[in-house]
């Protein structure tokens, strides 16, 4: 009875952390959150335009910050830290790597813009080169999680960080496959089976998932070096 209390109240304790990191993820983009139910029930193109101008000035302002210190969060449950105050570590975390992370989204958000940009442009245009747009964006989805996580592990600049997502990305094809299919099952669910997933687990299963993935492969790494 002591081990099944014990492994319930473990259980409890993950869904905890997974809830309220999701939670103050969401509470730290409520402008983007705004944002986005606004576009996605909008029926004129000019307010569309005008909401994703918005979406993307705010981007490296609200959401890169937001989501750094959500899996440096995560990265603490993977070292094991089981006593951190989730509310006081996202909000330090949050406040330590603002000045940083605003200045790493300029450039990420320009990326995604871009790839944005010409998936609108080619969709009617040309069917190849469509969907080749689409399979960039799933390397640069998998390259920008990558970051984030080694923005939550390594003590580096913007120019490192960078280089080491684009090792990993390129250079662990069995991972790479693994974050894609795997981030895709937890937004495909999230989205068509189970909605209420989206403001209590979804950002942090993603997250997590993509930490879990990068610290194995940090750690091998680090056993051959």
């Known amino acids: 009875m002591g081990g099944l209390l014990q492994g319930i109240n473990s259980v409890s304790e993950w869904i905890m952390r997974f809830s309220v990191t999701n939670l103050l993820w969401l509470l730290f983009n409520l402008p983007i959150v705004f944002l986005v139910m606004n576009l996605v029930f ?4 000019a307010d569309a ?18 989501t750094a210190a959500m ?27 603002y000045g940083k992370m605003w200045k790493a989204g300029i ?28 399979l960039l964006g799933v390397v640069l989805y998998v390259w920008t999680i990558y970051f984030f996580s080694a923005q939550a592990h390594f003590n580096a600049n913007f120019k490192t960080l960078c280089k080491k997502a684009f090792i990993l990305t390129f250079g662990r094809p069995f991972a790479f496959l693994l974050l894609t299919i795997g981030s895709g099952v937890i937004l495909y669910v999230s989205v068509n089976g189970l909605p209420f997933l989206i403001p209590f687990f979804t950002g942090s299963l993603i997250s997590f998932l993509s930490f879990s993935v990068f610290y194995k492969l940090v750690e091998n790494a680090q056993k051959k070096g």
Do not use: C
Not at 113 to 134: P, Q, R
């Open 42 to 45: 909008a029926d004129q193109l």
């Open 49 to 66: 335009y005008i909401l994703i101008g918005l979406l993307i000035v705010l981007a490296p302002f609200v959401l890169v910050p937001s």
């Open 71 to 97: 899996f440096a969060l995560v990265r603490e449950w993977m070292m094991k830290d089981d006593s951190i105050s989730l509310w006081k570590s996202f909000l330090q975390f949050y406040k330590k790597e």
């Open 107 to 134: 450039p990420i958000t320009v990326l995604w813009g871009i790839w944005a940009a010409d998936v609108y442009y080619l969709h009617e245009k040309n069917t190849v080169f469509f969907f080749a747009t689409l």
